[in-house]
């Protein structure tokens, strides 16, 4: 779901920083941890298969 679409359609045209925060807080803590699992799973795999386990 769009914060930006509804903060838009209400008409409102400034908002606080505090509020800007607690909107983008989440997704952009969400992202960054995404990356960093795609990093280690591909490290993980990367050694899986330089190192294989007979």
Known sequence: MS???FILLFGINFISLRTCYLIQVFPITCITLAVQIQFYIGVDRL???AFPIW
């Open 47 to 49: 050694l899986s298969i």
């Open 3 to 5: 914060f930006k679409f």
